[in-house]
């Protein structure tokens, strides 16, 4: 079983080394960080590092992740903002243990989107327990500071798509519950108590959109998005608790 971890950062090195210092190296099969800001001035000797001339949309950032672990014939993919702490150096394990107990292929930290709750308190739509360890949490948003796809979901859903800048993460999950590897859109798979394995840098403040100019260019990408999928975010439909719940439960009738 191989893990490679992908980093992407930008201008914040102070971040980045607590990120770095973090990370459970003899966990990591291949470890690869790209830069799209000033070049850093630590010593960085176990990571692979891609230094871009420009500063490109996070979409291109992560598929130079993605592309550098998968020549390398990666088993899990992870990939990880830099402002985030790895606080246990078992999380990628238990992480692929949910993975393969639930037959997902994709999992994300809760982190700050919506919905969530508070790191210790979460509130998830769904819990479903697999095992007397194992539990997973569906939430109704996602976030995209932690990530972990299987090879299979990689190379059937594929990359993100370059011609998002704001929405790449929804398009690219939105492909992903098409596929055997979520359950569905609107119910975003985490694991239980992930706030005990990864936490947001304390330094840093929530992402928030002040509106404005990037509003703008959301309206943008709300209408690319439609004209690829032939459908509007809001709208792709909620199909609730026991359907999924269906779902799940025809996973594990299989799997007996």
């Known amino acids: 079983m191989k893990i490679g971890v992908g980093i992407t950062t930008y201008n914040a090195e102070h971040y980045f080394k607590d990120l770095y210092d973090s990370l459970p190296m003899d966990k990591i099969d291949e470890l690869v960080v790209v830069n799209g800001g000033d070049e850093y001035k630590g010593n960085y000797d176990k990571a692979h590092w891609i230094q871009h001339a420009n500063n490109f949309y996070p979409s291109f950032c992560r598929n130079d992740c993605l592309r550098f672990l998968q ?25 692929i243990n949910a993975m393969k107990v639930s037959g997902l292929g994709y999992f994300c930290f809760a982190s700050t989107s919506w919905g969530s709750g508070e790191p210790g308190k979460r509130t998830p739509k769904l819990e479903i327990q697999f095992t007397k360890d194992t539990s997973i949490c ?5 976030c995209n500071e932690f990530t972990i796809k299987s090879k299979e979901c990689l190379e059937d859903t594929g990359y993100y798509n370059n011609k998002f800048r704001y929405l790449w993460d929804v398009e690219n999950v939105y492909r992903i519950s098409k596929s055997k590897h979520m359950y569905d859109f609107w119910y975003f ?16 403040e929530s992402r928030i959109n002040a509106g404005g100019a990037r509003d703008d260019k959301l309206s943008v990408e709300y209408n690319l998005f439609n004209e690829i999928h032939s459908t509007n975010i809001q709208s792709i439909p909620n199909v609730g608790n026991n359907v999924v719940k269906g779902k799940i439960n025809e996973y594990i009738n299989r799997n007996k």
């Open 138 to 142: 569906l939430y109704p948003n996602m």
């Open 71 to 95: 020549e390398r014939d990666m088993d899990y993919y992870v990939i990880i903002e830099d402002d985030m702490i790895i606080k246990d150096p078992d999380i990628f394990e238990k992480y």
């Open 189 to 204: 798979p985490d694991i239980k108590n992930s706030d005990e394995l990864i936490i947001n840098h304390p330094e840093t």
